[in-house]
């Protein structure tokens, strides 16, 4: 059973630009999670999905930050006209039962 | 929101030696975890430990519910060991992890 999987690992992208983040949970798996790691903190949580459905966006910002998990495909991370600021490392965990989470490697997002 | 607080933030160790981490949270939780983010930045599950003692291998954690804390124990610790050890805790189940600031570990040979 594959782990979760994240893509691009790593994104290049300059100021306004947009960026895209792909998460696929493991097989089975219908609860998805987003976090954001700043340099040198811990993860912060952003958002918590179920397939078609956001359950819980408190630790996401309000603007330019966005999140789907469609019924078929990945999940999807989209920040809009990105800024400096927004440079991270994104991870996405899944879970089969809302307890244990699983990791993905991240991605890790440089904003020029 | 939870508070957890990680101690001690940074830890150096001989090759060999015997390791206590300790995590306090700041209320009740129904899930726990403990993880190893390597130095290549991924995140390796050590343990889901809500209550009780569990081991694998030279790792064991033992979370004690009640009194709001858990403890990761590494034994005859190795190079591969090093990298900041997360704890996350959840208080209502299904939603979000609160995550710790870390300890820094780094084993010398």
């Known amino acids: 059973n594959a782990g979760v999987m994240q893509n691009p690992r790593h994104l290049v992208r300059r100021r306004g630009q947009e960026a895209r983040l792909r998460c696929s949970p493991m097989k089975g798996h219908s609860h998805v999670y987003w976090y954001r790691q700043l340099p040198e903190e811990g993860l912060k949580f952003m958002v918590y999905l179920q397939k078609e459905n956001i359950i819980d966006e408190s630790g996401m910002p309000k603007e330019r930050f966005s999140a789907e998990f469609p019924k078929e495909g990945p999940s999807i991370l989209r920040i809009q006209q990105v800024v400096r600021g927004d440079s991270a490392a994104y991870f996405c965990?899944?879970?089969?039962?809302?307890?244990?989470?699983?990791f993905g490697p991240g991605t890790r997002l440089t904003v020029l | 929101g939870i508070q957890v607080e990680q101690s001690p933030p940074d830890l150096i160790l001989q090759e060999g030696a015997n390791s206590t981490l300790r995590c306090n949270f700041s209320d009740s939780v129904n899930n726990l975890q403990w993880f190893h983010q390597n130095p290549w930045g991924q995140l390796i599950n050590l343990f889901y430990i809500p209550s009780g003692t569990k081991q694998n291998g030279r790792l064991s954690a033992t979370t004690v519910a009640t009194e709001r804390y858990s403890l990761l124990y590494i034994s005859s610790s190795q190079t591969t060991d090093s990298g900041v050890y997360f704890c996350?805790?959840?208080?209502?189940?299904?939603?979000?992890?609160?995550f710790g600031t870390g300890t820094s570990l780094t084993v010398i040979p």
């Open positions: 965990a899944s879970s089969p039962t809302s307890r244990e989470q699983f």
């Open positions: 996350a805790v959840d208080k209502d189940t299904g939603n979000q992890f609160y």
